[in-house]
């Protein structure tokens, strides 16, 4: 009776262990190939970091920001501008908490 039951745990493992590999996703790899996903998803990264940052670097249009076509913007109209969302209080000349086309201007020739 003993040996029945390790025979039957045996095979009972022998039958779930291509589930539990499976269920891993992917099979395991070796570490200079682990090395480069790493490698390559730094890259990926600093490539991301590189491309917003030149796209922060162009004032974006007054009117593409100024939604509510009010003529001034806000904090909430600048949270749309990475650049603008870190610059708002320098823009805002007057201190009014709004900047207006013409700070706007004056502040992004700057950039």
Excluded at 17 to 41: H, I, S, W
């Amino acid at each position: 009776m003993k040996y029945l039951m390790s025979a039957i745990a045996g095979i009972a493992f022998a039958l779930y262990m291509p589930t539990l590999f499976a269920q891993a996703g992917t099979p395991p790899v070796n570490e200079q190939e682990q090395l480069q996903r790493e490698e390559q998803e730094l890259q990926n990264r600093a490539n991301e970091r590189e491309m917003a940052h030149k796209r922060a670097e162009r004032p974006v249009p007054f009117d593409q920001l100024d939604r509510n076509r009010n003529g001034y913007l806000t904090l909430d109209d600048a949270r749309s501008d990475p650049w603008l969302s870190e610059h708002f209080v320098q823009c805002d000349l007057d201190r009014n908490d709004q900047v207006s086309r013409d700070e706007y201007a004056m502040c992004t020739e700057k950039k």
